[in-house]
């Protein structure tokens, strides 16, 4: 069976490549934008074209398996995991940089067996980077082999994050208020690229030490959480415990040391988790 997960890697692969090359070329075009649950939460046309392109084409290949997918979450279909092989995909990470042409934007899919991520492909296609991870077999980036800095020492650490969709003030003080705290330790610095994925394999490339948020979703994190752990770095839930896909927040870290040390230090956003249950 492990072969078989390995066809679908490939398969994954190819197809991020070719949605990739869509999603740059309609950057050349004028973008249509939507709102979603604010007014900072995009959606444009890409995106949801994007996501039928890769359900179709997985489909037709392996019909007998699930799908989890934020656009069609966003219309009304639910983001239940199972234990059946579940594509887990965002067909653009980094929405808003899209609509801007801030040149960060990933096709991320992610694949699931039993709940467990057996590997992930994010395709950075502006960059043309493509990260994989496949559980037990490495991480690598456009074939290179990928390893975490192994920084274990927070006041050495740069570490990114982003501010959210929230608009809500009192989620923005939480928001900012954390990011002081681990400032104040103090650290190098924080930065924010503005894809959840492409941060998280910046922590696997060991150009950032951590990364964490809250308010994101499985897509966002389900292909680069493999990535990040295949680099040899860790992923905890924001209060220190172990990580929770389903639970819409995250801390990847290129170490133990340093994700424990940064839930020391976050105060929690309140939740609803992807499965629908409250936090």
């Not at 959606?43 to 398996?65: F, G, L, N, W």
């Not at 082999?145 to 274990?152: A, H, N, P, T």
């Not at 801390?251 to 249950?277: C, F, N, Q, T």
């Amino acid at each position: 069976m492990a072969d078989h997960w390995q066809e679908c890697m490939e398969f994954a692969v190819q197809v991020a490549r070719e949605a990739g090359a869509v999603v740059c070329a309609a950057l050349k075009e004028d973008v249509f934008v939507m709102v979603k649950s604010s007014p900072a939460d995009l959606v444009t046309a890409t995106d949801q074209k994007v996501e039928e392109m890769i359900i179709s084409s997985i489909k037709e290949k392996y019909p007998s398996h699930s799908f989890i997918g934020e656009e069609s979450v966003a219309a009304g279909q639910g983001s239940t995991l199972t234990d059946n092989p579940t594509w887990i995909i965002d067909p653009i990470d980094g929405t808003t940089n899209f609509v801007h042409r801030f040149p960060f934007v990933a096709v991320s899919i992610g694949f699931a067996v039993k709940k467990q991520v057996e590997f992930g492909v994010v395709y950075s296609c502006v960059e043309d980077k493509m990260y994989t991870g496949r559980k037990g077999r490495g991480a690598h980036c456009n074939g290179q082999k990928l390893q975490v800095s192994g920084q274990k020492d927070i006041t050495k650490s740069m570490i990114v994050t982003e501010l959210g969709s929230n608009r809500n003030p009192e989620v923005i003080k939480t928001v900012l208020s954390n990011m002081e705290r681990l400032l104040c330790i103090p650290i190098h610095g924080i930065r924010a690229v503005g894809t959840a994925a492409v941060n998280m394999c910046l922590v696997a490339t060991g150009g950032a030490d951590a990364y964490y948020e809250m308010g994101i979703h499985c897509w966002d994190m389900a292909a680069a959480s493999v990535i990040v752990t295949e680099a040899g770095g860790v992923v905890l839930d924001t209060t220190g415990g172990p990580f929770d896909l389903m639970s819409c927040r995250i801390i990847a870290a290129s170490s133990k040391e340093i994700g424990e040390r940064i839930s020391k230090e976050l105060h929690l956003i309140p939740l609803v988790r992807d499965d629908d249950k409250k936090e």
